[in-house]
């Protein structure tokens, strides 16, 4: 099994910043993927980045060149620098760990962006 915790949500205006962080533990695998979900009300759970081990990232291509994934993979944390946040990024953003066998998520941090 693998717990994840999240932390970094609030409330953020328009035009601000959050950063988000999560920390995997229990039966880490030397090779994963861990990222960032997020869905708001009446939406699909949809996929905003991920990060491997190896330091390949993805983003969603509403986030890019807004939002910044990075990880430590020594700590088994994977973080979520938001910038320029916007109105529509307002989500329950969830931390994912993956392998090629497994698939775990967090419990999930609310990010709410006022305009």
């Known amino acids: 099994q693998v717990q994840l915790l999240e932390s970094g949500g609030g409330l953020v205006q328009a035009g601000g910043s959050l950063r988000l962080s999560c920390v995997a533990s229990g039966s880490i695998s030397s090779f994963n993927v861990m990222g960032w979900y997020r869905q708001a009300p009446g939406n699909q759970r949809e996929l905003v980045a991920t990060?491997?081990?190896?330091?390949?990232?993805s983003y969603t291509d509403s986030v890019k060149g807004r939002f910044t994934i990075s990880r430590d993979n020594a700590k088994n944390m994977v973080y979520l620098q938001m910038n320029s946040l916007k109105p529509e990024d307002t989500a329950v953003y969830y931390c994912?760990?993956?392998?090629?066998?497994?698939?775990?998520w967090g419990q999930g941090t609310q990010v709410t962006v006022s305009s």
């Open positions: 994912t760990y993956k392998t090629t066998a497994r698939n775990f």
């Open positions: 990060a491997s081990t190896g330091g390949i990232t």
